[in-house]
C-alpha cells in the first residue's frame, strides 16, 4: 500500500512540475566584444530585447553543456530565461544555449 501512495505522489509530482509554463526568449545579433566570462552581443534593429538596451551582456557559463567556439564578429541566437537592466546595458541572468547563425541555417531552423 505504501508503495501504490508513494508511486500516487510521485505521478501527481510529475505532472504538477510539467504543467508549469517554461519562459524562455531569445533574440539575435552580432558579439562585438569577449571578456573572460562574458560576451558583449548587440541586437539586431527589430529584437524585442532591443527597447532595453542596445548592448547585451551575456554570460559564456549556459545551461547547455555543448557551447560552440565563439570570435568577435560571429552572428548569434541567445535563449535565455531573464534579462536585467543595468546602467551599461542588460545582463541576462540565465543562459540556456547559444547557437551560431551559421549553424542554424545549415540545420534548417
Avoid: H, W
Wanted: charged share 30%.
Amino acid at each position: 500500500m505504501k508503495k501504490r501512495a508513494l508511486l500516487i505522489f510521485s505521478a501527481l509530482l510529475l505532472l504538477i512540475g510539467c504543467g508549469q509554463e517554461k519562459t524562455q526568449s531569445y533574440f539575435t545579433g552580432t558579439i562585438s566584444e569577449i571578456t573572460d566570462d562574458t560576451y558583449l552581443v548587440i541586437p539586431d534593429d527589430g529584437e524585442a530585447i532591443k527597447d532595453d538596451g542596445d548592448v547585451i551582456f551575456v554570460p559564456k557559463e549556459t545551461i547547455s553543456p555543448e557551447q560552440p567556439d565563439l570570435s568577435t564578429g560571429e552572428r548569434v541566437r541567445v535563449v535565455y530565461k531573464d534579462a536585467e537592466q543595468t546602467g551599461d546595458g542588460v545582463t541576462l541572468d540565465i543562459v540556456y544555449c547559444i547557437y551560431k547563425e551559421s549553424e542554424l541555417n545549415s540545420t534548417g531552423e
